[in-house]
């Protein structure tokens, strides 16, 4: 039978932390009319044990063994990210379908290498972007597209909190800090409010202030602009012990729109139904500023309370149906049926931003 709806498909994820068990193997196991966890790599016992029983999944210690041993249709890579590039062409080479996690890859030069593999291998290469596929930032896109904004001017996110880290993450030499593990969700969102036809310059400020040891950043504030574009803003901080009122603030000439991962709002107003008043040519009139009535309409939308259960992330809260958007389009895809929610030249153009933050900030 060909790749058909009645198909399941054969996984193995190579890594079993944070995102390779919480995240991907968290779903798979629930997507069982799709896909079966068939084996898993990892170096720590106790995780293979833990897969063994749980999914009932042959163990590898090596992620290169369980490419070896066959058996398998997808290769999920969370592995840590100086291995993305080289794992994900290892198994496209054995003749894998790849899901890849984010950082997609640490330069522009990987990434093309990941890609050309793909397309010699004549197999689909699947960036893993679970957050742009959030039930709040398909209701952020959909205002911006509607054009009830008005011409964008400017997109403000922040991402951070409080947190000391003493983790893998917090190292140059592992690709960790700021940029790499928060600025993948961030700027993909960015540059899909920007619009991925247009391609913004960039200015980036990173620092690193760990106290138990890490080298990598935990600072970076990003500046994503252009004639013609908005000016996109983003903050990745671990040195935020109160809140910022929301992850993001989006202005317009028309409104303005706040959001968070649960909650969405926008204020907009019909310029057809706007007063036009007389342009002032010289002085003010009567001492006073311009002062007018807006014919304002405020709108509002929540994320259903059954929909908020099994959260992960502590940037921002991601929330299962991402990840159930990504593999069920990757289930299409496989079968002929679709094309990838996140392309490759669109990671690729992420990459890019990263790359260019990096540059700016050698020392």
Not at 38 to 43: C, F, G, L, R, S
Not at 260 to 280: E, G, L, N, S
Request: hydrophobic share 40%; net charge positive.
């Amino acid at each position: 039978m060909s790749e058909s709806t009645k198909r399941i498909w054969r996984v193995g994820i190579a890594g079993q932390g944070r995102s390779g068990y919480h995240i991907h193997a968290f779903w798979l196991k629930q997507a069982s009319g799709q896909y079966r966890i068939a084996a898993v790599a990892d170096q720590l016992p106790e995780r293979r044990r833990d897969a063994e029983r749980e999914f009932g999944a042959r163990a590898c210690a090596d992620y290169g063994a369980l490419i070896r041993r066959g058996g398998l249709d997808i290769f999920v890579n969370a592995l840590p990210t100086p291995l993305h590039a080289r794992a994900a062409i290892q198994a496209l080479e054995a003749g894998l379908h790849v899901v890849s996690e984010k950082p997609f890859a640490a330069t522009v030069r990987d990434a093309d290498r990941m890609a050309a593999a793909a397309r010699r291998a004549k197999r689909v290469l699947a960036p893993f972007q679970n957050n742009r596929l959030q039930p709040f930032f398909d209701v952020v896109q959909d205002v911006v597209r509607s054009g009830v904004l008005g011409d964008l001017v400017h997109i403000r996110s922040v991402w951070g909190g409080f947190r000391r880290r003493w983790d893998w993450q917090t190292l140059r030499c592992n690709l960790g800090g700021s940029l790499f593990n928060t600025g993948p969700h961030a700027i993909d969102q960015a540059l899909a409010l920007i619009g991925w036809d247009r391609t913004p310059k960039v200015f980036c400020r990173m620092d690193c202030h760990h106290e138990l040891g890490g080298d990598a950043d935990d600072f970076c504030s990003l500046t994503l602009y252009g004639k013609g574009l908005p000016t996109a803003d983003i903050l990745l901080t671990s040195c935020q012990a109160y809140p910022a009122a929301h992850l993001y603030t989006i202005g317009g000439t028309r409104g303005s729109l706040v959001a968070d991962a649960t909650c969405v709002q926008w204020k907009t107003y019909d310029a057809a139904k706007a007063p036009r008043p007389k342009f002032w040519t010289r002085w003010s009139v009567d001492r006073a500023y311009p002062s007018e009535t807006l014919p304002w309409v405020e709108q509002r939308w929540e994320l259903d309370r059954a929909s908020r259960s099994r959260v992960r992330g502590y940037t921002l809260p991601s929330f299962p149906s991402g990840t159930q958007r990504f593999y069920d389009n990757l289930y299409d895809v496989l079968a002929g049926r679709a094309e990838l929610l996140i392309t490759l030249p669109q990671v690729r153009k992420q990459i890019a931003v990263i790359e260019a933050c990096r540059r700016q900030n050698k020392s």
